[in-house]
């Protein structure tokens, strides 16, 4: 995904860079185009209809705000995102890194979350997209709203199963 909303693919890569992280040393072939990035693009696309993740989003928590909140340091609250049991991303005026409240629990971050996140990456998305799809509005859904409430509402395997019909 490039700024603008924009979808690169990689053509000599594969799949693999589809979402413009192609780095070059996949090139069939060719060992001096390393670092440069691939010479075949197939495709781009815009979609400037999408709202932003930030308004997708009802809420976001800091960083600081989340150790504070389930009392732990910050450190440790940094290792639940690189865990990939909470997303976290930078929003905001001053650019801060920070954790859709809805992911959050009681006593932390919701446990379908893990699960979820891993296949949807596994589909090919990224943090942003992630969190896109969670909190974008579904009529289809067992409850009303987005993929997180339905997650919220015990509905799991529901939500993994949509999760990997996205993937498809």
Known sequence: MTGDGAAVRCGSCGPRYRRGRCDGR???GSRSSAGRGCATLVGVSTTPDLPSVESLVPAWVTMPDLAERLGLRLSVAHAL???RE???LRVGE???LAVPEGFLGDDGPLPALKGTFTVLADGGMDDEEIVRWLHTPDDTL???GAPLDALRAGFK???RRRAMEEAI
């Open 94 to 96: 001053r650019n801060v």
């Open 26 to 28: 996949e090139e069939r």
């Open 81 to 83: 995102v690189e865990d």
């Open 157 to 159: 395997t529901e939500v």
């Open 86 to 88: 909470l997303l976290a």
């Open 142 to 144: 067992p409850v009303e």
